[in-house]
């Protein structure tokens, strides 16, 4: 089968174990990133199989029509970046591994590295020791600090956790499902959105990004932080209302923002107000981006794809699909 793989931005799909599992198969790998719908069309116009790295290429109509030979997508996680209703006319199957029950602990680790490099300014200190400086900033504890939660899902009852080793009051706030968890855990629930947004000297967002929750931190909510607080965002940019963290970090409540996530992906634009300012970490979408995950995701994408070659296909979002694929 001629598979195609995109945006393996660090060349490291053929070191994986997994990879060996596409032995005797055509294989093509795209190092860079393209959202141009003529060129991923040229690209991918011989491929049968798509193998997606999460969300990092929107696969929509005007270029599923353009596929011809496409008849499987195969990936892990959730999928609103695919048109799943083209891709079904098409017969073309989409198969993902939603991987029920289990968080990304990448992601929560990597959104405590956040929260311990803004509050001390780990990054900003680095660079001013290597221009030849020495200790330019305080930072701040977490002992005794309040950790809030906004949505208790999968990670952020492993950031409840991880508050609790650190010694931190964990304070949690969301649907009343989410609510449940937490007091089941043990975890104090806010009395009111509100209570949390005031109270929080660190906010970490744990939510989806759905139609229903973007824009759901608004710009009221950010100004009532404190002006030592930190917001951290691991989860999609959206979930923030446009512009409001620029505004309010300049406003100075919060005082400290560490971002992983941006509105376009790859954000490659050094003029990005939020790469500009002092009191901002931000990284490039690492949040599942390390080798074990990798190997999790890809092994997985890959079984999909030998799943579906031999008849039996895995996972499958749209069956009505495999009427059509056969």
Known sequence: MKISILDDYQN?????????????????????????????????????????IRERTPI????????????LISQ????PHIDVDACTRRGVVLCSNLHPGEPSYATAELAWCLIISAMRS?????????????QSTIGGALRHRTLGILGYGRIGAVLARYAKAF???????????????????GVAVAASREALFEQSDVLTLHVRLTPET??????????????????????RAGLIEPGALVAALRRGRPGLAAVDVYEE???????????????????PHLGYVERDGYERIFGAAFDQI?????????????????????
Not at 265 to 283: A, F, I, Q
Request: hydrophobic share 45%; net charge positive.
């Open 12 to 52: 490291t799909v053929r070191t994986l174990p997994s990879f060996a599992k596409l032995a005797g198969h055509d294989v093509t790998i795209w190092n860079d990133h393209t959202k141009d719908v003529d060129t991923l069309a040229a690209r991918l116009k011989d491929t049968e199989a798509l193998v997606l």
């Open 60 to 71: 929509r109509a005007p270029l599923i029509e353009r596929l011809p030979k496409l008849r």
């Open 76 to 79: 892990s996680s959730v999928y």
């Open 122 to 134: 780990v990054p900003q200190e680095v660079a001013a020791l290597k221009a030849g400086r020495w």
């Open 167 to 185: 010694e931190m009051r964990a304070l949690a706030f969301g649907r009343e499902r989410s609510a449940e968890r937490a007091r089941a855990d």
């Open 214 to 235: 973007r824009g759901l931190v608004t710009a009221g909510d950010l100004a009532r932080m404190k002006p030592t607080a930190l917001i951290v965002n691991t989860s």
């Open 265 to 283: 992906e790859p954000m490659l634009d050094p003029e990005h107000p939020l790469l500009k300012m002092s009191n901002v970490v931000c990284t």
């Open 306 to 326: 030998l799943a579906f070659i031999a008849g039996k296909p895995l996972n499958v979002i749209n069956p009505e699909a495999l009427i059509g694929s056969r």
